[in-house]
């Protein structure tokens, strides 16, 4: 059987700037499939190019066996898109908004009313659905957002990024919602910079970075790659410069990297037992305080470390 989406060597560039760069990659029915790099990877503009809002400078993407250069009407009638930012009427209510959405995509009537009723139980808002949206929570427009990507029952779903900038309980509702949907059979293109959200949902990830698609593969195939290695984690106080730390530990023998980011300090060791000793040596020779550490086995975020040399979330 012929993958629901296939993506050939896709190219964009804006004004001499190559936002994607020759990315490639398949997706099969039924499938899980996540992109994860950090903000400015690329994935925005794959996910455009992908749902026909964007043509490609170069290449060709082809889903449900339609091209989205050649007929993107045919294709677009297959995704549903989730995007980035809230596609949504905040003076009208959720009823409205998905009403509207629905006549778009050329729906209408009783089956219709059918219809926004389903997938306002789906995201749980069926009792907040007379509100104005404009009193939502951001983690309630987060879900009337996949909502109205849900209406035409598409075969593949684009989500981009749809846990951005809300609270813990929205964003695990949302993730519950997101494997809901699949094992109920929808294929889903899930776009995300944040480690744990590709571990948890996909069957296989595509690390993108710099437009690249740099790795592609399971979960387990991707932490292959780094190896029998240990990941490290350091916790600083606020306020503490790190700079010195980071030189002294990269000069530590057995040390594979080391990266910083949020008042953290990250390190990729074959053994992290006895890279402890060392590493505190280091940091009290310097007059570093460490709040605490965290041993990890290898993740997603080790492998963005081993292939780019940073964090995902710099």
Same mark, same amino acid.
């Given at each position: 059987?012929?993958? +629901? ?8 560039? !804006?004004?001499? #700037? ?6 490639? #990659?398949? +997706? ?12 400015? =990877? $690329? ?9 026909? &809002? ?5 290449? /060709?993407?082809?889903?449900?066996? *339609? ?22 009427? /905040?003076?009208?209510? =959720?009823?409205?908004?998905?009403? #509207? ?19 306002? /139980? ?6 907040? =659905? ?8 951001? $983690?309630?427009?987060?879900? +009337?957002?996949?909502?109205?990507? &849900? ?6 779903? !684009? ?9 813990? %309980? ?10 809901? &949907? ?6 889903? @293109? ?29 979960? %387990? ?10 990941? @490290? ?6 306020? %503490? ?40 040596? %280091?940091?009290?020779?310097?007059? #570093? ?5 965290? +041993?990890? /086995? ?7 470390? *081993? ?8």
């Amino acid at each position: 059987m012929l993958p +629901i989406l296939e993506a050939h060597n896709l190219v964009k560039k !804006f004004n001499g #700037f190559t936002a994607v760069d020759d990315v490639s #990659f398949a +997706i099969e029915e039924g499938e899980m499939f996540s992109l994860l790099g950090p903000n400015g =990877a $690329g994935k925005t503009t794959t996910i455009a190019m992908l749902s026909c &809002l964007l043509a490609p400078t170069a290449g /060709e993407a082809v889903i449900g066996g *339609h091209s989205v250069t050649r007929d993107p009407m045919a294709a677009k009638k297959i995704i549903g898109v989730v995007p980035q930012d809230i596609a949504l009427y /905040e003076e009208l209510s =959720a009823l409205e908004n998905l009403h #509207f959405w629905g006549r778009m995509y050329g729906m209408g009537g009783a089956a219709l009313k059918r219809r926004i009723a389903e997938v306002l /139980e789906e995201v749980g808002l069926a009792d907040k =659905a007379k509100q104005r949206v404009k009193t939502y929570s951001g $983690g309630m427009k987060r879900r +009337i957002n996949i909502a109205v990507g &849900l209406l035409h029952r598409p075969r593949l779903l !684009f989500m981009d990024e749809p846990t951005v900038g809300i609270d813990p %309980q929205s964003r695990r509702n949302i993730l519950d919602s997101v494997k809901a &949907l699949n094992r109920q059979g929808m294929t889903v @293109l899930y776009t995300t910079h944040y480690m744990e959200e590709a571990q948890e949902l996909s069957q296989r990830v595509g690390i993108i970075d710099h437009g690249r698609l740099i790795a592609l593969g399971t979960q %387990q195939e991707l932490t292959q790659m780094v190896g029998q290695m240990d990941a @490290l984690r350091l916790h600083l106080p606020e306020g %503490q410069e790190a700079g010195e730390l980071i030189a002294a530990l990269q000069a530590l023998p057995d040390m594979r990297q080391v990266t910083t980011a949020d008042h953290q300090i990250v390190l990729i060791v074959p053994d992290a037992q006895e890279a402890i000793p060392p590493v505190f040596a %280091q940091a009290d020779r310097l007059g #570093f305080k460490i709040r605490s550490v965290e +041993i990890e /086995e290898p993740n997603l975020e080790a492998v963005f470390l *081993h292939l780019t040399g940073r964090a995902l979330r710099d």
